[in-house]
């Protein structure tokens, strides 16, 4: 047996704390999203600006910048959140940003006049976005929603920075025991690529149901 | 109330940004008057002046030793973040001081004949892999000796020993050492022994660890764990520079520092361990620790470890 039984129960812990993170980050990104993109696209200058901003804004800060201030600032400023959820947030507000730009592209392809038809129809602009425009928009995007969640689910690694007891936190620890980095590491990549593998899948099979040929 | 509420958190938000860039400074990228050990660089010159440096009988055909002196340089992995043990100078990269540096620079010297160092920024995940595929001739860098590390790597020495310790707030009253922290939020740095000790010491013990140890020292002060169980020699360089934390107690363990080399390489490591002899008898060891650690210490200069008194060297 070349790892204990405490070592490989502790790598379980930190896969498990990985998915969590990805799981709820991704349910959170994909609503916060699409509410980013629903004000992107309303008629309402503020909200638009608003959301420009928001996209603008998470899209060129570095995802390890915000996750050091998200945890080191905000406790000066007198906000102490656990270390979890702290990650969740920040990665869903972070991904939230991908998740409205790829959503914005799908918004592209709703044909001008369905929107037009929606509102001759007397709909609301809330009544358009949810029953015309955005679930149109989803079924032409699941692909590239697919890959924000698989970078999602790559980027919970950086909260191994900030104390968060996750996968690569684990084998760090585990490697620190064993001190075999390559076997470790290379171990752990597998791991990750399983988790975008399944994503990736998952993806395919959802795009294959919902697709509009048109 | 709200705008009150909100200026204040972006004033807060401003002012932790700057702490925290103040703390990369002072842990990462400081200007080297600003370090504890400063005006180590006249210290460290007067060391070398008479270091020893081995005989030409001693570089063996054919061994690591002759390949460095071919090469003209010895590689050497190492933190470059730690005060007083590996500190890079940010103005002046190839200046790096601290006790590891500096013994470094003389094993450098004792096989070349002149202090011809390139330093490669090591970690915890690192260290056994460019050992293994010959990145670097030794890593020296608080690196604890165990006998698991041991199968993967051979180990000279040790050097030095340390020690876990224990910080906490410094208006802290409850915790006083290692025994009161059962139950508790204990911080450590990712990769420390402190990540494998703590769970034997405390069991009970919930371990938040940090990349570094100005993190570590940072998310003490703000309320992130009760205490952080550190390095003895890293807790009081940064001690030193921080009125907000305090160490209490003693060390509670031991660790053996070693100079990491490529397994079974017993011809470099019986070199090592006889440079080691060397500049322990020689009177380096001791002026090295004086000029780093020994500057923020009111003892005297230990006694250094035993060569090969360890399981694992």
């Known amino acids: ?214 | 109330m709200f705008t009150s509420v909100s200026r204040r958190s972006i004033v807060g938000i401003v002012a932790a940004s700057a702490a925290l860039a103040l703390a990369g400074c002072s842990g990462g990228a400081g200007l080297p008057g600003d370090l504890p050990g400063a005006g180590a660089d006249a210290a460290s010159a007067a060391v070398l002046k008479d270091a020893p440096v081995a005989s030409a009988a001693q570089i063996l055909p054919g061994s690591t030793m002759e390949a460095i002196k071919n090469r003209g340089k010895l590689i050497v992995a190492t933190a470059l973040d730690a005060p007083l043990v590996s500190q890079q100078d940010p103005l002046n990269p190839e200046n790096v001081t601290g006790m590891d540096a500096e013994l470094a620079k003389l094993l450098a010297t004792y096989i070349l004949g002149e202090p011809k160092v390139q330093w490669v920024p090591s970690s915890a995940e690192t260290r056994e892999a460019m050992l293994a595929n010959g990145t670097v001739d030794v890593v020296m860098s608080t690196y604890t000796i165990t006998t698991k590390r041991a199968e993967q790597i051979s180990f000279a020495g040790p050097y030095f020993t340390s020690g876990l310790a224990v910080a906490v707030k410094a208006d802290n009253t409850t915790i006083g050492g290692i025994d009161d922290l059962a139950g508790k939020n204990v911080i450590v740095q990712t990769g420390s022994p402190g990540v494998t000790q703590m769970p034997e010491k405390q069991p009970s013990a919930t371990l938040v660890p940090f990349a570094t140890t100005p993190q570590g020292v940072q998310a003490l002060v703000q309320g992130r764990g009760d205490a952080y169980v550190q390095d003895y020699v890293l807790l009081s360089s940064q001690a030193a520079n921080n009125k907000d934390i305090k160490i209490v107690g003693l060390p509670f363990t031991e660790e053996p520092y070693g100079i990491g080399i490529k397994h079974d390489n017993t011809q470099f490591k019986d070199f090592i361990n006889t440079w080691l002899k060397a500049v322990q008898d020689g009177g380096q060891w001791n002026q090295v620790w004086e000029s780093t650690l020994g500057t923020v210490t009111d003892s005297d200069a230990p006694k250094p470890p035993a060569i090969g008194s360890v399981p694992g060297s």
């Not at chain 1, 899209?59 to 996750?67: G, Q, Y």
């Not at chain 1, 007397?122 to 015309?132: I, K, N, P, T």
């Open chain 1, 1 to 214: 047996m070349i790892i204990s039984q405490e070592s490989l129960q502790l790598l379980l812990n930190g896969l498990g704390t990985t998915i969590l993170i990805a799981l709820t980050a991704g349910v959170g990104s994909i609503v916060v999203g699409t509410l980013v993109t629903a004000a992107r696209v309303s008629p309402i200058p503020i909200l638009r600006r608003a959301a420009f901003a928001y996209a603008q804004f998470f899209i060129n800060v570095p995802l390890l910048a915000l996750l050091i201030l998200a945890v080191f600032a905000l406790p000066a400023a007198g906000i102490i959140l656990p270390l979890v959820p702290t990650v969740i947030i920040v990665l869903t507000v972070y991904e939230a940003a991908y998740v409205a730009e790829a959503l914005r592209s799908g918004v592209n392809t709703v044909a001008k006049g369905e929107v037009e038809a929606a509102r001759a129809l007397g709909l609301s602009m809330v009544q358009s976005l949810r029953y015309v425009i955005v679930p149109q928009s989803f079924r032409s995007v699941v692909q590239p929603i697919g890959n924000v969640m698989i970078a999602l689910a790559m980027n919970t690694a950086l909260a191994a920075v900030v104390g968060v007891l996750e996968l690569t936190s684990r084998v760090n620890s585990v490697n620190l025991v064993h001190a075999q980095p390559i076997l470790f590491y290379t171990s752990a990549g597998l791991v990750y690529m399983a988790i975008a593998l399944v994503i990736g899948v998952t993806t395919g099979v959802v795009e294959r149901k919902v697709a509009i040929v048109r």
